[in-house]
């Protein structure tokens, strides 16, 4: 039997899924950041480096300013 889905409730599924796989990303990274790091900034340019620092933190919830960011 095959189940159908509304628009909104495939968006929602589809959204769902999308947390799923980046939490379990971020997890299977975390252990190598310090290394990837490392190689990112030694082989990007300075501004490069930076923006794709903050991207990576705002897709990780880790705040980019304040306590446990950069000022």
């Not at 509304?6 to 950041?33: C, D, N, Y």
């Not at 880790?62 to 306590?67: A, D, E, M």
Request: charge should be positive; hydrophobic fraction near 40%; charged fraction near 20%.
């Amino acid at each position: 039997m095959k189940v159908i889905f509304s628009p909104a409730e495939r968006s929602q599924h589809r959204a769902t899924l999308t947390q799923q796989a980046r939490r379990t990303a971020a997890a299977l990274l975390r252990p190598f950041l310090p290394l990837l790091v490392r190689i990112a900034r030694a082989l990007l340019p300075a501004q490069t480096y930076t923006r794709l620092r903050e991207k990576a933190r705002h897709m990780l919830g880790v705040p980019t300013t304040g306590p446990g960011g950069d000022t």
